[in-house]
Each structure stands twice: as structure tokens, then as C-alpha cells.
Nanobody, 117 residues
Framework: QVQLVESGGGLVQAGGSLRLSCAASGIIFSILNMGWYRQAPGKQRELVAA???????NYADSVRGRFTISRDNANDTVYLQMNSLKPEDTAVYYC???????????WGQGTQVTVSS
């Protein structure tokens, strides 16, 4: 059984920072491609950032330069460092994992990020 557990969400003022963590279990972490999605009220779920098993990253245009995705294979954890947060970043953030590039088979339950004006 593959499990993904997110942590680090919360309430922050505009301009502030948060770091989300996603801990994986039940699978060899180093083989996984990892991603962070978010879904805001009334919006479609959006891929925010992704990192391959080889360490290649990509970002949505809306967060590029503000967010950084990274992974720590020794601790089976992927991170999303979010800086210069804006109210439009408010969403539920989901950790996702998969064996194939851009195909995510496993999902966390999500963590709420709320950015006040």
C-alpha cells in the first residue's frame, strides 16, 4: 500500500512563506516521479510543480520564481517551498506520485493553504 501524507499547510499573510512536505511509504521512493497539485474553489485542479526521479523540475507559470520543489530520497520526502505567497495561491494542495512521467497514480489527502490579503 502506497501512502502519501502531506503536512505544512496553514494560514499565512500575503508575502509570507510556507513549506509543504509529503512523506511517502509503501514503495521505493527513489523510483517515483513526484508532483504538487492545487485546487482552488471553483477552479480545475492544477499541476503546480513536478520533479522526476532524476531530479528534473518544472513549474506552472503562475508560481515559477516563487515556488521550489525538491526531494530528499534519504527521507522519502518531497517538499514545496512557497515564497511571496499571494491570495490567489489559496487552495488545497495535493501531493502526487507515479512511476511514469506525468502519470500520477497515488495521491495524498491534501492540505489547505490560505493566504490572506
Amino acid at each position: 500500500q502506497v501512502q502519501l501524507v502531506e503536512s505544512g499547510g496553514g494560514l499565512v499573510q500575503a508575502g509570507g512563506s510556507l513549506r509543504l512536505s509529503c512523506a511517502a511509504s509503501g514503495i521505493i521512493f527513489s523510483i517515483l516521479n513526484m508532483g504538487w497539485y492545487r485546487q482552488a474553489p471553483g477552479k480545475q485542479r492544477e499541476l503546480v510543480a513536478a520533479i522526476t526521479r532524476g531530479g528534473t523540475t518544472n513549474y506552472a507559470d503562475s508560481v515559477r520564481g516563487r515556488f521550489t520543489i525538491s526531494r530528499d530520497n534519504a527521507n522519502d520526502t518531497v517538499y514545496l517551498q512557497m515564497n511571496s505567497l499571494k491570495p490567489e495561491d489559496t487552495a488545497v494542495y495535493y501531493c502526487a506520485a507515479g512511476r511514469l512521467i506525468q502519470m500520477y497514480d497515488y495521491w495524498g489527502q491534501g492540505t489547505q493553504v490560505t493566504v490572506s490579503s
